[in-house]
């Protein structure tokens, strides 16, 4: 039943109950302690309402803020992804830029005698051209000097692949070197060129007209020097992976090369 309007005006705490008509003349029998008991009981249940409320407004905004520094942290960790990405480009275009080994597209230095020219050939006439200069200290010994060229020319021109003076044996009275060219690491013990990966001899640098003309000018006349006034070798030879190198677009490469 509803308590009546002038119980509910002498008690302003109470809004508006339901109470059965028994409750109700127990209420009135006990008079003002059943009074008291109800305005702490629903003063305790007022007060804990207060509290729950402030403490669910206080987690959902906890949740808003967590969910807010979330995305901050998921787009700061995108921005530094795009960071590092644009910095990787910069570095590898600058690599690109940087001369290796010395090398240098025009001579700086005024004494030329330790420069050293690195060959290529021109794409549309295939004449040979020289492409860069290396500087190699006069004081080291012929196959420090041929081992400056082939690391040069496998750093600058072939993608690392492995370019190696074996050794500078007689031949008809002649210092011929023998420089062997193998594949990269990845690519070791691989005998079907199908299977190789990345950067090859055998599949990039060894193929098409153009490219193996070029390849073989660049490592031939690198090489040899012809031009070089001072104490040089007389020829040279490559092998591939330490056999006779033997690819149709590069057929120079398999026999001795002299300078004269």
Not at 25 to 33: D, H
Not at 68 to 86: C, D, F, G, Q, R
Not at 91 to 115: F, M, V
Not at 131 to 155: G, H, N, V
Request: glycine share 4%.
């Amino acid at each position: 039943m509803i308590l009546p309007f002038s119980y509910l005006k002498k008690e302003k705490w109470l809004v508006i109950v339901l109470f059965n008509e028994k409750i109700y003349n127990i209420i009135k029998k006990r008079g003002g302690f059943m009074i008291k008991r109800l305005r702490e009981a629903f003063c305790f249940i007022l007060f804990m309402s207060v509290i729950f409320t402030g403490c669910s407004n206080s987690s959902n905004s906890l949740k808003d803020e967590n969910i807010a520094l979330s995305k901050e942290v998921s787009t700061i960790k995108e921005e530094n992804v795009n960071l590092e990405k644009t910095v990787k480009d910069l570095n590898d275009k600058l690599s690109k830029q940087e001369p290796k080994n010395n090398i240098a597209k025009e001579p700086s230095i005024k004494d030329k005698s330790n420069l050293y020219p690195i060959y290529t050939a021109d794409t549309d006439t295939y004449k040979k051209q020289i492409d860069a200069y290396i500087y190699i200290p006069k004081e080291l010994e012929l196959k420090q000097k041929l081992d400056t060229l082939a690391k040069a020319l496998s750093e600058a021109y072939f993608d690392n692949l492995p370019i190696q003076v074996v050794n500078i044996k007689d031949v008809d009275n002649k210092k011929v070197a023998v420089i062997n060219l193998d594949e990269s690491s990845e690519n070791q013990g691989i005998s079907d060129f199908s299977k190789l990966k990345g950067s090859t001899w055998a599949t990039k640098y060894f193929q098409g007209s153009t490219g193996g003309t070029i390849t073989s000018t660049q490592l031939i006349e690198t090489m040899l020097q012809r031009d070089y006034s001072g104490q040089w070798i007389d020829g040279v030879k490559f092998l591939y992976k330490n056999k006779d190198c033997n690819f149709q677009h590069v057929p120079d490469l398999c026999n001795i090369n002299y300078r004269k």
